[in-house]
């Protein structure tokens, strides 16, 4: 277990609808990361907050956002889904920023756009 | 900015084998160098790291090489057992801009 909680663990939904993710960072943690990884493929980097702060932007469509609440935990919207929108989407902490530092991940949302 | 490249996609291995899984990186002032296993239905799970001041470190039956020059790194399981079945991953980190490799399926037969 590694101190990362996400919710829901599956969601399933159709095509046009909005959907939020939530991610809980390990106690401490400043920074939170959030990643796609579709079937059989490697992770995909979304988006980096760091105490409330955008820090990093990855591959993340315009249709998705995301944002990180005083108390550190971080929601990803997913809107206007569409099929190829199914995925697992991670959420991973780390301390803060800076050199090396250790990314923690939780154990996902599965995703599935119908 | 950073390009991870991870070889094999798929490697099987009869059990007490050793298994090696490379990474190559671009960005020479990746830093850091994380290996994280991901079993079926579940997060990836940080297993052994390394530093760019370290060339090797180990952790039991696992290691990691890296070679700055070269840039790239390695993986080695000794002895490999079923519960070492898991797509593993490969990541560089430049201040904390983390690229992860493609990843490498490790199959281990009884």
């Known amino acids: 277990d590694s101190g990362v909680t996400q919710t829901p663990k599956h969601l399933i939904t159709a095509t046009g609808q909005r959907v939020t993710l939530r991610c809980s960072p390990r106690?401490?943690?400043?920074?939170v990361y959030w990643y796609q990884q579709s079937l059989d493929q490697g992770l995909q980097f979304l988006i980096q907050?760091?105490?409330?702060?955008?820090?990093a932007k990855g591959n993340i469509l315009e249709r998705f956002s995301a944002q990180q609440f005083p108390d550190l935990h971080s929601e990803l919207n997913l809107s206007s889904l569409e099929l190829g929108d199914s995925a697992l989407y991670f959420c991973?902490?780390?301390?803060?920023?800076?050199?090396?530092?250790?990314?923690?991940f939780g154990p996902g949302t599965r995703l599935l756009v119908l | 900015g950073e390009n991870v490249e991870q070889h094999p996609s798929t490697l099987s291995v009869q059990e007490g084998d050793s298994a090696v899984i490379k990474c190559t990186y671009s960005?020479?002032?990746?830093?850091?160098f994380p290996w994280y296993k991901q079993e079926l239905g579940k997060g990836p799970q940080l297993i052994i790291d390394?530093?760019?001041?370290?060339g090797e470190k180990k952790d039991q039956r696992i290691a990691v090489t890296l070679n700055k020059t070269a840039k790239h790194f390695s993986l080695h399981i000794t002895e490999t057992q079923p519960e070492d079945s898991a797509v593993y991953f490969c990541?560089?980190?430049?201040?904390?801009?983390?690229?992860f490799g493609a990843g490498t399926r490790l199959t281990v037969k009884p």
């Open positions: 991973a902490s780390s301390v803060a920023v800076g050199e090396g530092e250790t990314q923690y």
């Open positions: 106690s401490g943690d400043l920074s």
């Open positions: 907050y760091y105490n409330g702060e955008e820090r």
């Open positions: 960005d020479s002032a990746s830093n850091y």
């Open positions: 390394i530093r760019s001041n370290v």
């Open positions: 990541a560089a980190s430049n201040n904390n801009d983390m690229r």
